[in-house]
T-cell receptor, first 115, second 113 residues
Framework: DADVTQTPRNRITKTGKRIMLECSQTKGHDRMYWYRQDPGLGLQLIYYSFDVKDINKGEISDGYSVSRQAQAKFSLSLESAIPNQTALYFC??????????????FGEGSRLTVL | GENVEQHPSTLSVQEGDSAVIKCTYSDSASNYFPWYKQELGKRPQLIIDIRSNVGEKKDQRIAVTLNKTAKHFSLHITETQPEDSAVYFCAASIGTGGFKTIFGAGTRLFVKA
């Protein structure tokens, strides 16, 4: 089954450490996204990319960076993690041509805890 | 930028009753309005969506209505069942390609058997 895969699924780290969350997809979609989920705050857009050469900031990009290594890979980095970055992070893909809609297809999520 | 507000944050209904979740958006250019369901510990998944040129859309027990003038859209679930218990998110985006989809804060729905 074509899917969106995130690694790691769970990570505990300390303040000041550099962390990378990776996302890969086998859906063949061009568009990829990183969202952060906090209780009561819904899903907030961190960065999005429409193709390998296109990177755009979302609502809450401060403290984060991304890299689109290939059509199928989109990684999120926290250069110096801080406790308020503790959250559940979701990668998502979309492709209006292939899917026929604007539907977002989410990965299973990466739970990050910063101590 | 776009801002989406969602109410209520928590909703508890008896099995068989209807549930209604309401959202408002701020950017009049938004033209695609999806709804996602997130079961406990799982990823959000699309349950229904509506485009701005349509006022209402139904899919079995769920329906969505859109009032572009008032910038309101709502999710209606009829004949609720325990498996409808989940968090529901409304969202708005410009363009139907999932361009910069902005989500509401979510509604936790409890369906009591």
């Amino acid at each position: 089954d074509a899917d969106v895969t995130q690694t790691p699924r769970n990570r505990i780290t300390k303040t000041g450490k550099r962390i990378m969350l990776e996302c890969s997809q086998t859906k063949g979609h061009d568009r990829m996204y990183w969202y952060r989920q906090d209780p009561g705050l819904g899903l907030q857009l961190i960065y999005y990319s429409f193709d390998v050469k296109d990177i755009n900031k979302g609502e809450i990009s401060d403290g984060y960076s991304v890299s689109r290594q290939a059509q199928a890979k989109f990684s999120l980095s926290l250069e110096s993690a801080i406790p308020n970055q503790t959250a559940l992070y979701f990668c998502a893909t979309s492709d209006p041509v292939l899917a026929g809609t604007g539907e977002l297809f989410f990965g299973e999520g990466s739970r990050l805890t910063v101590l | 930028g776009e801002n989406v507000e969602q109410h209520p944050s928590t909703l508890s209904v008896q099995e068989g009753d209807s549930a209604v979740i309401k959202c408002t958006y701020s950017d009049s250019a938004s033209n695609y309005f999806p709804w996602y369901k997130q079961e406990l510990g799982k990823r959000p998944q699309l349950i229904i969506d509506i485009r701005s040129n349509v006022g209402e859309k139904k899919d079995q027990r769920i329906a969505v209505t859109l009032n572009k003038t008032a910038k309101h859209f709502s999710l209606h679930i009829t004949e609720t069942q325990p498996e409808d218990s989940a968090v529901y998110f409304c969202a708005a985006s410009i363009g139907t390609g999932g361009f910069k989809t902005i989500f509401g804060a979510g509604t936790r729905l409890f369906v009591k058997a």
